[in-house]
């Protein structure tokens, strides 16, 4: 195999670990605030907060903005019903 491809792929290995790693801490932070809330009786929905993060993480991200948009949707959903 072409050393390029190999050393690309050994970057992308990298990258997908860090991804998982973030993905994780993101969801047991997330439902920490899930806990939190329903501890206090709240709605674990937030529509208006998960608008915000949408609209805060796919600015200037017009290329993947759909991408992260549902991404992000699977990530809320998890937190909320697993």
Known sequence: M???IKKLRQELDSLDDQIAELVSK???VGKKIVKLKQE??????DPNR????????TAGKSEISELLQSLYGR???WVKNR
């Not at 206090?40 to 929905?45: I, P």
């Not at 998960?50 to 993480?57: A, D, L, T, V």
Request: net charge neutral; hydrophobic share 35%; aromatic share 4%.
């Open 2 to 4: 072409n050393n390029e």
């Open 40 to 45: 206090a009786g709240l709605s674990k929905d």
């Open 75 to 77: 990530i809320f959903d």
């Open 26 to 28: 993101r969801i047991k």
């Open 50 to 57: 998960e608008r915000e993060i949408i609209g805060r993480i």
